[in-house]
């Protein structure tokens, strides 16, 4: 998985419940994104930041939130606010001048 | 906004055969196109990579071609195997490392 680890790789949310899945990278990138996957459906980009203490919103960026306090980690947090969170969500990374995106395996998270 | 079609339907191809998958977008070409594989509850993992200005690149038995007239990408997998079995994404890049990804195409190579 190119030195990108999410965890857990499966997580039940109940309602009302806010879950935070984790994304850690030891390969010294800047950018690091999170991506929701449906059936049928291509990576649809959920937030992405360029560099430590900055992020931008991407296109479905209502219902989460991240944080970026330290450059190896980029944690998701899929809010109560999200009606429907249930999907598979991918982490990636990109190093500076590279135009390739390194994921890790993914978290599947489901509604309870 | 920007469209990315891929084969809709899944590929079935039988084992030695040359496997084609489809990339189409709308509006501008990006500065790059990609593609990627992606197994059954894994992450993706990059392949190739081919420019605004290429037209075919390879690597081992893997061929890509972009031609920015038709707005499209073809991905080649000869002499395909069983491993080859996975789904391919491919993904459109413009400056400014904007990612959009495609629905992406199901390829399964009978033996």
């Known amino acids: 998985d190119g030195g990108i680890t999410q965890s857990p790789k499966y997580l039940f949310r109940k309602e009302g419940q806010n879950v935070t899945l984790s994304c850690e990278q030891n390969?010294?990138?800047?950018?690091m994104y999170w991506y929701r996957q449906d059936p049928g459906q291509g990576l649809r980009l959920i937030y992405y930041?360029?560099?430590?203490?900055?992020?931008q919103k991407g296109d479905i960026a209502e219902g989460y939130s991240v944080s970026r306090e330290k450059k190896e980690s980029f944690p998701l947090t899929v809010t109560s606010a999200q009606k429907n969170p249930t999907a598979f969500y991918l982490c990636?990374?990109?190093?500076?001048?590279?135009?390739?995106?390194?994921f890790g395996a993914g978290t599947r998270l489901s509604v309870l | 906004s920007q469209k990315i079609e891929q084969n809709s339907e899944a590929l079935n191809i039988q084992e030695g055969k040359t496997a084609t998958l489809t990339c189409n977008y709308t509006?501008?070409?990006?500065?790059?196109l990609q593609w990627y594989r992606q197994d059954p509850g894994r992450g993706p993992v990059f392949l190739l990579l081919?420019?605004?200005?290429?037209k075919e690149k390879r690597k081992e038995r893997l061929k890509v071609t972009f031609d920015t007239t038709l707005k499209q990408s073809l991905f080649h997998i000869t002499a395909s195997q069983p491993a080859d079995s996975a789904t391919y994404l491919c993904?459109?890049?413009?400056?400014?490392?904007?990612?959009?990804f495609g629905t992406g195409t199901s390829l399964t190579v009978i033996p």
């Open positions: 990636a990374s990109r190093g500076t001048g590279s135009n390739i995106q390194y």
């Open positions: 390969l010294n990138h800047d950018a």
């Open positions: 930041s360029q560099i430590v203490n900055d992020f």
């Open positions: 509006n501008y070409s990006p500065a790059y």
């Open positions: 081919i420019r605004e200005n290429e």
């Open positions: 993904a459109l890049v413009w400056v400014g490392n904007q990612f959009y």
